[in-house]
């Protein structure tokens, strides 16, 4: 198994949720309360963009850490182990997802 393909991929991916992370920071900002600049149904709908852009966020930071611990088990040796059984994972299972830390018996 080639393990420089599946690191490669794992930094380009983090690298493009950590870039996408930046330039949405502007919408995860505190919404602005002031009545005199918007009014109740902007403020609602600021806060439930808000609140969505905060749970996107949330999940790619999840999968910041998927990918990190990816890493983690690349440089330890460990990569390609199912986390749970210590099973070989399928490389047809990490070439769709290098991030995967379970094999398909595992991941039932």
Do not use: W
């Not at 920071?25 to 602005?32: D, G, I, L, S």
Request: some cysteine; hydrophobic content about 30%; proline content about 3%.
């Amino acid at each position: 198994m080639n393990t420089d393909t599946f690191k490669k991929e794992l930094l380009q991916r983090k690298q493009a949720l950590e870039d996408h992370s930046a330039k949405t920071k502007e919408t995860r900002a505190p919404v602005e309360l002031d009545q005199t600049v918007q009014g109740r149904l902007s403020r609602q709908d600021a806060m439930m963009q808000q609140s969505m852009a905060l749970a996107t966020d949330r999940k790619r930071g999840e999968e910041i850490q998927r990918i990190e611990a990816a890493l983690r088990r690349l440089e330890s040796d460990n990569f390609g182990y199912c986390v749970t059984c210590d099973e070989e994972i399928s490389e047809a299972r990490l070439t769709n997802d290098p991030a995967i830390p379970t094999c398909i018996n595992c991941a039932k």
